[in-house]
């Protein structure tokens, strides 16, 4: 910031005089201003000081300082002459602070702060085009600085919320429009192609749009479920025979896709192929017990007769829990402990629940009177 | 006179403390579960009892086996013993209840043959006179203490 030195001096131009004033000195420039006419106000940078010297008060004069400068710059903004012969200006000291004003402005002149501190650019540089743009200086300034920013700021994201939100009405079409033509076809089944219909369906499933044609009814579903529970059938067939003719589903997803290798099934893919397997009259057939477990069995397989034996085993043993008895049966302990809750259900079995754990024993209270 | 009890096969068999999830199954092991308390309260000549007890009793706490019925399962049993005549429950929080290994109807029927026997129709009797009089001991069971009792007699068929 500008600092000032107060003064009471007057300038003297050679000749031209304009008395009396207030001197000012800033860290950048001397200022002089008419005491009468305050409107009257001219500037000199210190930057155009070459050097100073004092004249002392004699009889009849005033102290003087004579500051010689620079001749004018080109740019030098319009003063109270254009040109002059001299190339330096008297202060002239009426009153007092000569002494104490020569001693600042040499201060000034050696530690040259203006080349250090940026000045506030005037009015007449060009900034670009900022029409309106509030100029102030100041706490005031500061603030309405601030405000100005976090307005800005505001504008950015709203702006950029307003993309998101445009994509989401875009969206909402894109789903509308989807659906109204998977009702189409549903209704014109005939008119389309099947390659078409097929291909518009599996855009549709990738993204995440459910079918409508898909129902869990005999004959439904679509071609491509259809055709995958065809191949199903042919390549768990063998597997399931390995297994005793039954294979948890999981154990069946993990089995199909590491065979594929590359364009691998989604368990959504899976269920629903696995669906239509008794439909489609394959040798194999999905079966969801009480529990919830899902499982892929040969029709030819009959978990009732494997009850039968299963009981057979616990009665040799005495009691078994599914651990045990997975482990000497050879299956996995999720199937076997179907096993059991299947005899349960039919009433073979009944069950001991313990901290010891979860036992099964033949049902004693039906046999035995 | 008392007899050493016997406990039932079921009483060493450990599902037996399981409550089953087979309704088939369930019913047996219910039926089982109240013969035994009936028995078991008959030769202990135990009329009631409150639930706290009743957990920690050898009734429902097999030490030797280590099983122990759980006590909403025990709570299960209780029910199906009110439901049939043979329970009573004494206060609201169902805490303690009244076990009657023969219904009130069952032993106004016994009163009535007895008195009739023994020729003592339109005769006036105590209380005490039937619960510890010689004469009644030859019945094989003791009449049950006074408070039920009363109930015994109001269960009586008419005619006495």
């Given at each position: 910031m500008e600092q000032a030195v107060p003064g009471n001096p007057s300038v003297n131009h050679t000749e031209i005089k304009f008395d009396p004033g207030?001197?000012?000195?800033?860290?950048?420039?001397?200022?002089?201003?008419?005491?009468?006419?305050?409107?009257?106000?001219?500037?000199?940078?210190?930057?155009?000081?070459?050097f100073i010297e004092e004249q002392a008060a004699g009889i009849g004069k005033s102290a003087k300082i004579v500051v010689h400068l620079h001749p004018a710059a080109s740019n030098k903004e319009p003063g109270p002459f254009q040109s002059s012969k001299n190339s330096y200006i008297k202060l002239s000291f009426k009153e007092h602070g000569q002494i104490e004003f020569y001693r600042r402005l040499s201060e000034e002149m050696t530690q040259r702060r203006w080349e250090n501190m940026p000045v506030p650019q005037s009015l007449q540089t060009n900034r670009g085009p900022q029409p309106g743009r509030i100029r102030a200086v100041g706490i005031?300034?500061?603030?309405?600085?601030?405000?100005?920013?976090?307005?800005?700021?505001?504008?950015?994201?709203?702006?950029?919320?307003?993309?998101?939100?445009?994509?989401?009405?875009?969206?909402?079409?894109?789903?509308?429009?989807?659906?109204?033509?998977a009702n189409k076809i549903k209704e014109k089944q005939g008119d389309i192609t099947e390659d078409e219909t097929i291909r518009f369906k599996s855009y549709l499933l990738s993204m995440g749009i459910a079918n409508p044609v898909t129902r869990e009814t005999y004959g439904s579903g679509t071609q491509y479920h259809m055709q995958l529970a065809k191949q199903l059938a042919g390549i768990l067939q063998a597997p399931l025979e390995e297994r005793g003719g039954i294979m948890s589903l999981t154990e069946v997803y993990c089995l199909v896709n590491r065979a594929r290798g590359m364009e691998l099934l989604s368990p959504e893919d899976l269920v629903n192929a696995c669906k239509m397997l008794e439909a489609l009259k394959l040798p194999l057939r999905l079966r969801v017990f009480d529990s919830g477990v899902m499982v892929i069995e040969l029709q030819s397989h009959k978990e009732e007769e494997m009850v039968a034996s299963a009981l057979e085993t616990v009665s040799e043993k005495g009691s078994l829990t599914s651990e045990e008895f997975a482990k000497l049966v050879g299956m996995s302990v999720l199937l076997a402990k179907e096993r059991l809750l299947l005899a349960e259900k039919m009433g073979h079995l009944c069950r001991d629940d313990s901290v010891e754990g979860l036992r099964f024993y033949p049902n004693l209270f039906m046999t035995q009177s | 006179m008392a007899m050493s009890f016997e406990w039932p096969w079921q009483y060493r068999f450990p599902p037996f403390f399981t409550l089953q999830p087979n309704v088939d199954t369930r019913q047996k092991q219910l039926a089982a579960w109240c013969s035994l308390v009936l028995s078991f309260c008959r030769l202990h000549k135990q009329s009631s009892m409150t639930v706290m007890e009743a957990q920690e009793s050898p009734l429902f706490n097999n030490v030797k086996l280590q099983r122990k019925l759980p006590v909403e399962s025990i709570q299960v049993v209780l029910e199906e013993l009110r439901k049939k005549g043979n329970l009573e429950w004494l206060d609201k929080n169902k805490s303690s209840f009244?076990?009657?290994?023969?219904?009130?109807?069952?032993?106004?029927?016994?009163?009535?043959?007895?008195?009739?026997?023994?020729?003592?129709?339109?005769?006036?009797?105590?209380?005490?006179?039937?619960?510890?009089?010689?004469?009644?001991?030859d019945e094989g069971n003791a009449f049950p203490s006074p408070p039920n009792f009363k109930k015994n007699f109001l269960a009586m068929p008419q005619g006495l």
């Open positions: 207030t001197l000012l000195l800033s860290t950048h420039r001397l200022i002089w201003r008419d005491q009468k006419n305050h409107e009257c106000c001219m500037a000199i940078p210190l930057s155009q000081i070459v005031v300034g500061i603030e309405r600085k601030l405000e100005e920013k976090r307005k800005e700021t505001d504008k950015n994201i709203s702006e950029a919320f307003e993309d998101l939100s445009k994509l989401m009405v875009k969206a909402k079409e894109m789903v509308e429009l989807s659906k109204c033509i | 009244l076990i009657m290994w023969r219904r009130p109807e069952e032993w106004g029927k016994l009163i009535y043959q007895w008195v009739s026997k023994s020729g003592q129709n339109n005769s006036v009797f105590t209380l005490y006179e039937l619960t510890n009089g010689e004469d009644t001991e």
